[in-house]
């Protein structure tokens, strides 16, 4: 099973990486942390993309880690930064190959912000887990492990 | 009597006539009036009415100034002639030849006045009565005659009284009648002419004349010249004269002179030309036709092809002292009806009639177009509203558009102008030149080239009156050009002019022009209009500035509620994130068994405080600096060599922060020291980690993950100055010199792209600049092409240890 992490705190990225793996030592290696919402459309516009089970979404995401280029100007209307890990989220349901991969909202922001994002774009809650970063990172490993159980 | 025709009216005269010659048992009677055309010693008598016993033919027109009948009317004396005298005695006397070609052997002549005539009045003619037989006029019947003749000019009286009162109110009915209905196209439109035509044949009855015609002036035209309206002309193998230009033959003279003319025998134009130059100074009749031939060709024809008179009538057509047109009427057909003054009054009673009506027409037609102009001129007015609104509604306004249709609007409420333009003040306090036109039409000029040469004079001709009229903010009209303070000694293709500001208040834009071929009945309106359009245009650009500010100031106002927004959201967000990490982190540390298994959480932990530190430590100074607040340095006197270590402590805190892996490096540039080593820099050294913090982590946010950063102490060799730098590689886009400078403003960043709904919040640079200047340093922000390397310097004041003392 492959993990697709996509954080762009590096010190979040580490943590997340390392209580999964200590946690469920089977998945060391096959976890991904991709740092900007660039970054992301690369992979999902390659057949990396479908082999991944389970993607872990930050939602306010750069751009652009390397900062090699500016936002493009559309996204930066549709709210930019502020809504980059929706936009991840559009991209993989609308995405043929990947709309069934489950996914966790991994956030500090209100549950209530994301969950309006999502309506906004009118994205199916089916096989959605929002969980805030604020929690028992427990929370995050627990779901992880649902998800390798199921 | 008035009931009855013109033709019934004046056979009643033949009848007295007639039955005056039984009466007097003569074979031949005829009422000899005088010409009336030169002095009276050279005046000559016509038969105006006739009766012989058995014939129908008349052998006169005229009596030769010294016929005996002529000497007796000229006396005022009756004769009675009771032989002829001997024709061969004076063998030239034209009218003993007739009267023997007759086979008259006596006759006499009663002269006779016009009724009410007082003592002493000249006779207007004679009544001769004429006898075949050898039996002369006896005493008795001579009497007769004379107490019978006075009814002759009596009923002649009755009949033409009755005839005028007829005639005039018919055409008092007929102007009653007429539907004055204006018509914007045509000068004289077709119900006009019609109701004329009327008149004119009313006129051809009366005066039993060939032609009649009513010429007018077109009333937007000033040459003079006069053109036929309607007419009744015979001759139609013969071109009626289209127009008479001011003087031009007797009807142009007519016009020309505002006088009635009479000329009572054409065919005798020549050898009258003395007389007729005595009532009618330089008049010319150029005669466009033989009026001879062509009245041969329409009066019946006599054997000895002689012609009766052939006169003229012409009288000007006024309304208000300005000659309109002229009314004409020429050659009766018979007599009685050769024109003498009589005629002529009453043919100036029709021209007052058609005159008091042209006037009134013109009057309507004036109002009309008036109305008309009006009515253009709000249509154009309230599209140019429109046009406008939609403009200054625009986010974007084209007012190349507005001004193209304000001159259209001008163009269709004026559409005789030669041309108008728009000219607009180049800005600030240069004087006004009318080189910046924005537009303008030009009626004759189709071609661009054209337009600009007509712009070009323009400019040279009358550039003052433009800027006389922007300087002074008021509406200059020039009526002509070719006097005045704007007199053109150039050639124009106009005659006047008319400028208006382009204004509001006080509030100046430029000018609007109008060019006229000729000032033409509506300077005045147009003058009004152009002003009105100028203040129009005036308050658009008024409207349009306010607009431009309320806009902006809404923008910013959006801006500043979107920036506060975001403010928070960025805030909340990287509050959140350094907190979490740290609740993570605390937990796991409590459950460490030994100090040394807790060493990396402790070092995480203080990272991750130092980074809230930092973030709380920057809050406080913008929303200090935000209340106008001056910012709080507690500053030291620290030697240069000695903030190395200073420096270098505070990059390896934030080593912690950023990230243990990434490559800081820090570069102490010790050579560059020595010249300065015992030198002071004034330094809050709290507020100096701050500086190093932000640029630490501005250069970490937004470089390439894996390039190096570099922090960098040294002095500048040139001006011995201490700066501190930070470089990383950025974009690999340099950002522009313009971005650099605005690097550092609250709230932006290289790219504006970027900087809406961007990570981050753009604080960290602004704080620093706001720490520099405190400190009286400067900061410059590099950007190179090469790599795409930004360098932040942070530049010191520095001073010797005895002035720091």
Known sequence: MRIL?????????????????????????????????????????????????????????????????????????????????????????????????????????????????????????????????????????????????? | MLGVSQARRFSALADLIAAIRRLCAADGCVLWLWTEQGPPESVRLFAAADDFEGSTEKFWHYLSPDSPTTQAVREGSRRNFETLPDSRADANDPDLKVMHSLGVKSFCTIPVWWPGAKSGDASIGAVNFYRMSECPFAADEFELAASLAPLVPQALTDILNHASFHLLRQIADRVRNANLVEDELRPFPPDFRRALTTVLEDVEETFNCLEASVYLKEPKENDGTIHPVSTRWPWHNRPQPMTYGPGEGLTGYCAAKAQPICIFDLGRFQEDIAYIREEYPSINWSMPFDIKEAAREMLPKRKDDRLPPLSFLAAPILHDRQVLGVLRCCVAKSAPHYFNKRQLELLCLVADHIGGWCGEYFRLKRAHEKRQWLQAYVQGISMLNRRAHEILMAPKGDFENLYSKALETAKSALPEVLGISIHLHQGGSSPFTCRGAVGSVWQGAKSEDERGKASRILSETVGSALADSFELNEVIPV????????????????????????????????????????????????????????????????????????????????????????????????????????????????SRQKLVEAVPEIARLKGQIRRVEQIVSNIQMFADLARGNALRTNRTATRISGLADRLAEAVRDHNLVLDPDRNIRFVLDHDSFKALDDTLVWLDLDLLDQMVDNLLDNAGKYSDINSPITVRCAVQQRSQVFYISVSNRGRQTPITSHQARTLAERGQRGDKALWKKQEGWGLGLYIVREILAAHGGKLDILSTNENGITDVRLLFPNSRPTEAV
């Open chain 1, 5 to 150: 992490i996509v954080e762009d705190d590096h010190w979040f990225g580490r943590e997340i990486v390392q209580d999964v793996e200590t946690a469920i030592p089977s998945l060391h290696g096959s976890i991904r942390v991709i740092k900007s919402e660039k970054e992301f459309r690369g992979v999902f516009r390659s057949t990396e993309a479908l082999s991944f089970e389970l993607i872990i979404l930050d939602v306010m995401v750069q751009w652009d880690m390397a900062g090699s280029e500016s936002i493009p100007e559309e996204d930066a209307r549709a709210e930019g930064y502020f809504k980059a890990g929706i936009r991840c989220l559009e991209l993989i349901r609308k995405h043929r190959s990947t709309g069934g991969t489950p996914v966790i909202v991994y956030s500090a922001r209100d549950r209530e912000v994301i969950l309006q994002g999502i309506r906004q774009r009118q994205i199916a809650m089916e096989g959605i887990q929002i969980i805030s970063k604020s929690g028992d990172p427990e929370t995050l490993l627990e779901a992880v492990k649902q998800h390798i159980r199921s």
């Open chain 2, 479 to 590: 009526p002509d050009l070719t006097e005045g303070p704007y007199r053109v000694k150039k050639y124009l293709p106009a005659s006047a002019l008319a400028v208006a500001p382009i204004s509001s208040g006080a509030r100046k834009f430029g000018v609007i022009v109008v060019l006229f071929a000729d000032k033409g009945l509506y300077f005045d309106q147009a003058v009004a209009m152009i002003e009105l359009l100028g203040r129009q245009l005036g308050m658009y650009l008024v409207m349009a500035d306010t607009l431009s500010d309320l806009r902006a100031a809404k923008d910013a106002q959006e801006q500043a509620a979107e920036m506060q927004l975001q403010t928070f959201e960025n805030l909340q967000h990287q509050l959140k994130t350094p907190i979490y990490l740290a609740h993570r982190w605390a937990r796991r540390l409590a």
